[in-house]
């Protein structure tokens, strides 16, 4: 079970990124922003995403991520043959990964009002007021619409898919040797404090 212990740590550190999305750290320096763009900006974001499909939207793209990192975590030979040699390890990797699922959802949803305040003030500074309303022309016509619907499905494209399991398959080869590392290093830090008489 060593190993299976190992990769559902990774796994959960594979998780991270998606929680991350939603909790940047604000910039400790900030411009201050005009009240005008910063109206545009607000409309703008609730252009491309709607309030009222906003959840329905992040959910979908959540849970497409979270799909593409367990088949990701599957597909690693070490977790495959743990998981079929023991049912009872293949149902707390399940229940594992569903967890975390539900709660990466559940925090990114409790966090959306932040999240699309914070994006609006992002394109407050960055865009005039001009380029914001041309956005939102843009967004308005028919190409534009169809932009605004099918963005969120991008992540669930086969190639893209593609590309993300190679990643996570690449980042859960390289994660044994890491762990190992760390261990290294904090038994080495402890070694260190023992002959320090810390």
């Known amino acids: 079970m060593k190993s299976l212990n190992r990769l559902i740590l990774a796994a959960g550190l594979a998780v ?6 939603a909790q940047a750290a604000a910039p400790v320096a900030v411009a201050p922003v005009d009240p005008e763009r ?27 991520m979270m799909g593409q990192m367990v088949q990701a975590l599957r597909t690693d030979p070490t977790l495959a ?13 399940e229940h594992f990964m569903q967890r975390q699922q539900e709660q990466s959802t559940q925090q990114l949803l409790a966090n959306l009002p932040g999240m699309f305040d914070a994006m609006a003030r992002a ?15 843009f967004f308005a016509t028919p190409t534009g619409q169809v932009y605004l619907a ?7 494209d086969p190639d893209v898919a593609a590309w993300m399991g190679d990643v996570m398959r690449s980042s859960m080869q ?7 590392k760390l261990m290294a290093d904090l038994k080495a830090l402890d070694s260190k ?5 810390g």
């Open 16 to 21: 991270l990124p998606v929680v991350a999305t």
């Open 38 to 64: 910063l109206a545009a900006a607000r409309a703008l974001m609730d252009q491309i995403m709607p309030p009222a499909t906003r959840n329905q939207m992040m959910s979908a793209m959540t849970q497409s």
């Open 81 to 93: 043959a743990v998981l079929e040699k023991d049912p009872r390890a293949r149902a707390l990797f």
């Open 123 to 137: 394109y407050a500074r960055r865009f005039t007021l001009a380029q914001l309303h041309d956005m939102a022309t």
């Open 150 to 156: 099918q963005a969120p499905t991008i992540m669930s």
């Open 174 to 180: 390289r994660m044994p040797a890491e762990m190992a």
């Open 193 to 197: 404090d023992n002959a320090h008489g």
